[in-house]
């Protein structure tokens, strides 16, 4: 296996403030991590080997703790908040000092202990990514590669961009309880992953060449989305439409369209309201729950945030 090291990309990111400091979880897909890196489980039991972890741990200060367990697990950590600790990974210190917030650190599986000293109090979100996602990742963007050639991050602070706009998603499903919420950490979760594979897999050469979706496989996942839109939609059955691994699917539809899967389908319930918003007397709620949206004010938010104007504002002023 090849181990990687020290940082993975060469871009720094920006200070990003966090605001979710001390407030309870509200989505059921953040689990309490009640012992340190420890992957949760949920309650009913129904994490599969294909499945991402959200968890979040937060410690008091002066504190010592400690796993010595085997992790199978990728696992992205991001401080919501400023501390100072150091954290050991088996015999080599990886931090020691101030970790600031928005500071992202990834580990690989391991065999070994590891653990950490925490000089003031923390807060950290992590993400679990098992075994079985990574390989399906790697194996979907390097399919000729050598089984020994499949990455294997020791731990390592980075400094990406991408990777912690896709972390900072997934911290805002905090504060989610809607019904999109699985679909939406789905989504970004496999594209955590999928960075993270190509930050680790092109090290060594060049990146592997990016691929539109083909355009018969484009037209048939449209068509399933149109045909669908009053509903929630997981990326499993766009991908099973367009017969294609989930994230060979994501990244194709991303290239081939230019945003993600779940933004398309926003935009599509979105411009499915507005033709009933112009050409019918429906309301809101109901034209709300037509166009998949889980309520009229989880409606109301997101024509807003895409529109510029509340449904009924700019219901007035198409028939004006």
């Given at each position: 296996?090849?181990?990687?090291?020290?940082?993975?990309?060469?871009?720094?990111?920006p200070p990003?403030?966090?605001d979710?400091?001390d407030?309870?979880?509200?989505?059921?897909?953040?689990?309490q991590?009640?012992r340190?890196?420890?992957r949760?489980?949920?309650?009913?039991?129904?994490?599969?080997?294909?499945d991402?972890?959200?968890?979040?741990?937060?410690?008091?200060?002066?504190?010592?703790?400690a796993?010595g367990?085997v992790?199978?697990?990728?696992v992205?950590?991001?401080?919501?908040?400023?501390?100072?600790a150091?954290?050991?990974w088996?015999?080599?210190?990886?931090?020691?000092?101030?970790?600031?917030a928005?500071?992202?650190?990834?580990?690989?599986?391991?065999?070994?202990?590891?653990?950490?000293?925490y000089?003031?109090?923390?807060?950290?979100?992590?993400?679990?990514?098992?075994?079985?996602l990574?390989?399906?990742?790697?194996?979907?963007?390097?399919?000729?590669?050598?089984?020994?050639d499949?990455?294997?991050?020791?731990?390592?602070?980075?400094?990406?961009?991408?990777?912690?706009?896709?972390?900072?998603?997934?911290?805002?499903?905090?504060?989610?309880?809607?019904?999109?919420?699985p679909?939406?950490?789905e989504?970004?979760?496999?594209?955590?992953?999928?960075?993270?594979?190509?930050?680790?897999g092109?090290?060594?050469?060049?990146?592997?060449?990016r691929?539109a979706?083909?355009?018969w496989?484009?037209?048939?996942?449209?068509?399933y989305?149109?045909?669908?839109?009053?509903r929630?939609?997981?990326?499993?059955?766009?991908?099973?439409?367009?017969?294609?691994?989930?994230?060979?699917?994501?990244?194709?539809?991303r290239?081939?369209?230019g945003?993600?899967?779940?933004?398309?389908?926003?935009?599509?319930?979105?411009a499915?309201?507005?033709?009933?918003?112009?050409?019918?007397?429906?309301?809101?709620?109901?034209?709300?729950?037509?166009?998949?949206?889980?309520?009229q004010?989880?409606?109301?938010?997101?024509?807003?945030?895409?529109?510029g104007?509340?449904?009924?504002?700019?219901r007035?002023?198409?028939?004006?």
């Open positions: 296996m090849k181990h990687v090291e020290g940082s993975l990309a060469t871009a720094t990111a990003v403030a966090i979710i400091i407030r309870p979880s509200r989505s059921p897909l953040v689990l991590e009640h340190w890196r420890r949760p489980t949920h309650p009913d039991g129904t994490t599969s080997a294909r991402i972890t959200l968890s979040r741990w937060v410690g008091k200060a002066p504190l010592e703790v796993a367990e992790e199978a697990c990728h992205v950590s991001i401080a919501l908040r400023s501390t100072a150091t954290f050991h088996g015999l080599r210190r990886v931090v020691d000092g101030l970790l600031p928005s500071t992202l650190l990834v580990t690989g599986p391991r065999e070994h202990g590891c653990r950490a000293s000089r003031e109090a923390s807060d950290v979100f992590r993400v679990y990514l098992p075994p079985a990574i390989s399906e990742c790697w194996d979907s963007l390097f399919p000729r590669h050598r089984e020994d499949a990455p294997l991050c020791t731990a390592s602070i980075i400094n990406d961009v991408s990777l912690l706009r896709l972390m900072l998603s997934l911290v805002d499903i905090d504060r989610r309880d809607d019904q999109l919420a679909v939406i950490a989504s970004v979760g496999i594209a955590l992953v999928t960075r993270l594979v190509s930050l680790c092109t090290l060594g050469g060049p990146e592997a060449p691929r979706l083909a355009a496989r484009l037209e048939r996942v449209k068509d989305i149109e045909a669908h839109l009053d929630v939609l997981t990326l499993d059955e766009m991908a099973r439409a367009a017969e294609l691994s989930r994230i060979r699917f994501g990244a194709q539809f290239e081939a369209t945003v993600t899967p779940y933004a398309y389908v926003l935009h599509r319930r979105i499915y309201a507005q033709t009933m918003l112009r050409d019918s007397d429906r309301s809101l709620a109901e034209i709300a729950l037509l166009a998949g949206f889980s309520s004010a989880h409606f109301t938010t997101l024509f807003g945030r895409l529109i104007l509340s449904p009924g504002r700019w007035r002023q198409s028939r004006e």
